[in-house]
C-alpha cells in the first residue's frame, strides 16, 4: 500500500485554545524594564500601544487561554493545517528517517502568521481601535493582517522594510488587495524614519526601523494602536495552534518525532510548533528535541548576547531580557527578509537560556539548495525563510543516516514562496550573497548599543 | 453553532477512476478530420505527438478508466482537494443563496492544471519518451507539467505565449525552479515562429501559435512527444477527478448544486467539475444547470462558430468540430492569459450545441471587481482566469435574490493568483482595458480561416 501522504483533520478537530507555556517554565521569563528606570514595568505601560486584553496575554501565567468564537470563524477558513509526511523528499535523500512537515503557507496570507493577526485584529476591534499600524520585513505578517483588519473594519498602515518592498512588489499588491496602506520604512514619515535616512539615505531598513516608525504613529493617537507579527508572547501564544494540531496529527500517523525544527526570526513559528511539544516533556516526561534554525548572517540565538535590549531600533519599547545582536544592528539584505531582526522573542531566549531549545545558523545559499530540492520533490515552493527549515531538517536526516538509525523529524514549512520568486532568480544566476557574521562583528555591534 | 467552512475528504476516499462523458452523451462527438482529404483520422495518425495510451483515451467510449497507482501517488500530494463554503462571501452579498467552491488552487502548481499534467508526464515516461514540448499562456499549465516532468524524469520544453512572459516573470522562474526550459513565443526557434514574427515582429504571441511552435519541435523528433494543458478528451478526462470529488463533498454537506460554474478557456477546468454532474443527470435524472463564463474579449462559445477548425494557428493539428473563433484569432491580451484561446474542447462544444450547457461572457473589470471581494472575503487571492467563474456565481446570487429565491451555486475556483499580481496592479491603476468582440468582427475573424 501506497504510505499515506497528508494526516488532515476535521474543523471540529481544531484546538480551541491556546497553550500558554509560561505555566510550564522552570524559570519564569524576567520582567520588561522601564529604560530611564531599569524598574519592571506592568501592564500599563502598555495601554498606549496594544489593546487590554492582548497585554493580559502577554503577562499571563494561565496556561491555556480560550480562543474566541469570531477568531475561531476565520481560522475555519484554513484550519486545521495539514500535516505531511515528506514522502518524496525521504525516497530523493535515500534516508531511513521519516520527514513530516507542517504546512502553514496554505492560507490566504501564505503563511503562519494570520493565526496571530486574526486574533490581534479581533481583540482590537473589539476594544473600539479604528486603525492599526504594524511593520513587516518579507511581507508575510502585512498580508496576514490586512485580511485581518479588512474583515473585522479596521484601517491598516503598514511600515514595510525598504529592502523588502523593493524586492518584492508583489507583497505590496497583495497588501493594497486587502485594503491596506503600505509605506517603504525608513520613512519620511515619522521622526525614527527621518533620522534614520539622515544618517543613511540609501537605508535598506530593517524590522527594528519599521517597528518603531509605526509605533511612534501609534502613541500619537488614541484611536490607533500597534500591533507586532512575531517575538512577543501574545504572538507566540497565538500560535502555538500550529503545535497542538501537529500533536493531534503525529498521533494520527502513530508516530511521534524525535526533533521539531522551526526557522527563526523572532521566534513565533518556532514556538508555534514547538512549545506544544514542550508542554508533553514538561508534563509527562516525552522526550524531545527542539531545534531553531537562524541565518548566519543575523545570528542572535547562536552568537548574540542575552541582555535586556530595546525590541526597535529607536529604543520606543520597553527594554526586554533577550538573545540580541544589538537593537541597532542592520542585518545583510538576505532574502529571508523574516528573518532580518536583531533579537529573539523573551520565552525562547530564555528557554534557549535554560538548555531545552538548540540553535544553528546557516548560509542562505545553502538553505535554498534545499528549497529547492524540497520544491522538486514535495511541489511546494517554499518561503525563503521557510528553507532554513528544511534546511535543518535535512541535516538531521543526514546526520541520522551517517549514525545508521531513523529519526522521526518534524518541521515547521511556515509559508510558501510564490511572491518571493525573485529570489530564487538570484539564486539561479549565482548572486545570493553569503555572510557568516562573526564574533568580533557581533561584539563590535553590541558595543554600539546606546541606551 | 458556526457553519462549516470547509469539506475534506481523506486520501482514501480520493475517486481511483476517471469519468469519460463519451459514454453518456446523446450524440457522440463527430470525429477529427484529416485536413487534406477531410476523412475522418484514425488513431494512428496522432502517434508523432502522443504517446499510445493517451491516443487511447482521446477516443475511447468506455465510461471509467482507472488511474494508475504512480498518478495516484502523486495526486495525493494535494488530493482530495477542498470544497469551500462561501460563509463570508455570502455575508458580504447579503445573499438568501448557498455558494460553495472547489478550490484546485491549493497544489504546488497553483491550479487544476496538475491534475493532467501527472497523468500525461507518467504515461510519456512509461512509454519511453525523453522529453515533452508544450505551450503555455499564463503558465499555470508549464508549471504542472515541469513539476510532473522532473518527477518522472523527463525533459520539457515550455513555449510560452509572448504576453504572459512578460506580464508574469515569476511564473518563468517557476518552471525554472521545476527544471523547465521557456521559451517566449513566437520565437526564431520554429518555422511557425518565424512566420508569425514576419508578420508582425511585435506579436504578443497567442496559445495557438504557442501550440504550433511546441508540436513542430515534437514531431521533428522520435524521442520528443508533445502535451496539451486543455481542450482535447484526454485532458478533459484526468480533470473528472475534480467533480467526482465535489459531488462527494456535496454530499457529506448534505446539498446539491443547482448550478455548476467553470470559467472557459479551452475546456479543461470547467468539464472537470461539471461533467460528474452531467453524468448524474445523465444516468438518474438529477436536473442541473451548467454555466461557462468566457472573456468578452475571447467569445468563442456565446459568439463563435460551430464548426470543422484546427487547434493551433499553423493548422498542425487535424480539423476538430468545435467553437471557434478562427484558428488565426489574435485575442486581446487580457489578464486572463489561460483563456486567451480561439477554440473550444469538442466535448463542451457538442454539449453545447446540445443544450446540456450554458455559455456567458463577461468583460475581465467585472470579473477583477469580483475576485477583489472574493479575495476580501474567503481570502484566497484568485487568479485572473478563476475570476470569470466568481463573476459567473455572483451573477447567480444577485438574479436568485432579485427572484426571491435561495440557490445552491458550485463553482471552481481554478487556481489562485499570487504569480498574477501584476494584474490587480493594473486593476487598481484602472489600467484595464475592456474589449467586447462584436459579432462582425467574429465573423470578420472566420472568414480569415485558411485551410
Redesign the interface.
Known sequence: M?K???I?L??RQMPRQWYNIVADMPNKPLPPLNPATRQPIGPEALTAVFPMELIKQEVSAERYIDIP?EV??LY???RPSPLYRAV?LEKALGTKSKIYYKYEG?????SHKANTAIAQAYYNKKEGVRRITTETGAGQWGSAMS?AC??FGLELLVFMVKVSYDQK??RK??M????AKVIPSPSTMTAAGRKILEQDPDSPGSLGIAISEAMEIAVEDPYTKYSLGSVLNHVILHQTIIGQEALLQMEKAGDYPDVVIGCFGGGSNFSGIAFPFLREFFQNGKKIRLLTVEPSSCPKLTRGKFMYDFGDSAGMTPLLPMYTLGHNFIPEKIHAGGLRYHGAGVLVSQLLKDGFIEAKAKMQRECFEGG?LF???????PAPESTYAIAGALDEARKADLEGVSRTILFNLSG?G??D??A??KY?ENNLPDHELTVTEVEEAISKITF
Open positions: 501506497e499515506i501522504r497528508k488532515l476535521s474543523e468564537d475561531l470563524d475555519r477558513l484554513y518524496s496554505g492560507n490566504y496570507s501564505g485580511f479588512n474583515h512588489p508583489g499588491l497583495m493594497n488587495v486587502y485594503n529547492i520544491a522538486r520533490t514535495e511541489g511546494i515552493l510558501h510564490h511572491l520568486i525573485s530564487y532568480e539561479f
